[in-house]
């Protein structure tokens, strides 16, 4: 079946990172399912069920994406009404809204007044944290590591200039040497596993190993949508590998092999806690407590794993 444009457009976006942002990536998926059944109120169930496999394997390391998907399933098999679908949706987004703003209010009681926050990649849930901390009227400066190869500390670090918010700006590898300078570091999440490990952007636990080392408490900003259930059933977390031309260009070290990993994963005794719309709470105990606040669908959570899968999607521990 011929998808049409706005979902194949959409699902390249997300591919190519245009979509920054686990959120906005959801976002822009049930976006694009909105407008297919605006365009395409015939043969909804086909047409809606093949986008959702198109736009689930865009990126393998994301469960906010593969839980919006997982939801239109959910959806379409109650109702095929274009309308009810809609609705349904447009709610769903609203709760994505309202956690994001949860989530600030919590976890903006964690950034030190006079302090100094230390932050990896770009993360529109952390930046948020940070946004209403600085909104509060505490005084704190943040600092940014560039994030390579694609440089997301670039985003993350207009955002906060943008919202008033001090920013001092490093390489990666300066991390370390910036850390014991730090009272807290803050970062998103891109997936977080039932045994309790965060999946975020490359760079991620090696910071977290810095953090340890100078007793700077590590708080990861995500909501519940971020929990992955099928790892609870034996699947791995994916780790996405992105093109090595990103890193370097192949001809300029001939015979080299050039990985290009998108993530890593924090073990959860170097994170002290997972700030989200539910409250904060340890890495390990966070599975638990979402189990209790949202439904989660074993059989359709699978399908949508079996998805990811066939994208070919990279398998990690």
Not at 51 to 56: G, I, P, R, T
Not at 237 to 259: F, K, N, Q, T
Not at 272 to 283: A, D, H, N, R, V
């Amino acid at each position: 079946m011929a998808l049409p444009e706005v979902v194949l457009r959409t699902a390249e976006d997300i591919k190519a990172l245009r979509v920054q942002g686990a959120r906005n990536v959801a976002k822009a998926a049930l976006d694009a399912i909105i407008k297919l059944l605006e365009t395409h109120p015939s043969d909804i169930k086909d047409s809606v069920v093949s986008a959702v496999k198109v736009l689930a394997a865009t990126r393998p390391t994301e469960p906010a994406l593969r839980d919006a998907m997982t939801f239109v399933l959910r959806k379409l098999a109650e109702t095929e009404d274009p309308g009810e679908l809609i609705a349904a949706i447009r709610n769903y987004e609203q709760e994505m809204v309202d956690a994001e703003r949860r989530i600030a209010e919590i976890g903006s009681r964690k950034i030190p007044d006079g302090g100094t926050v230390i932050t990896h990649c770009h993360s529109s849930t952390a930046i948020n944290v940070l946004v209403e901390a600085h909104r509060q009227g505490k005084d704190f400066k943040v600092i940014v590591t560039e994030t390579r190869p694609r440089y997301q500390g670039k985003l993350t670090a207009r955002d906060l200039l943008s919202a008033g918010i001090p920013v001092v700006y490093v390489v990666d590898s300066a991390a370390y040497f910036f850390m014991h300078d730090a009272d807290v570091y803050l970062t998103g999440a891109d997936a977080i596993t039932s045994d309790g490990y965060v999946a975020n952007k490359i760079g991620t636990a090696l910071m977290a190993v810095a953090a340890r080392r100078f007793d700077v408490p590590y708080y990861v900003a995500a909501t519940t949508l971020k929990y992955d259930p099928v790892t609870a059933a034996g699947y791995w977390e994916p780790i996405e590998e992105r093109d090595p031309r990103e890193v370097i260009d192949p001809s300029e070290l001939p015979g080299a092999e050039i990985r290009n990993p998108a993530f890593d994963l924090t073990p959860p005794d170097l994170v002290t806690g997972i700030i989200s719309e539910i409250g904060i709470y340890g890495p390990q105990v966070f599975p638990l407590m979402v189990m209790q606040h949202r439904h989660i669908d074993p059989s359709l959570e699978e399908e949508i794993a079996l998805f990811r899968l066939a994208s070919g999607g990279s398998q990690d521990s």
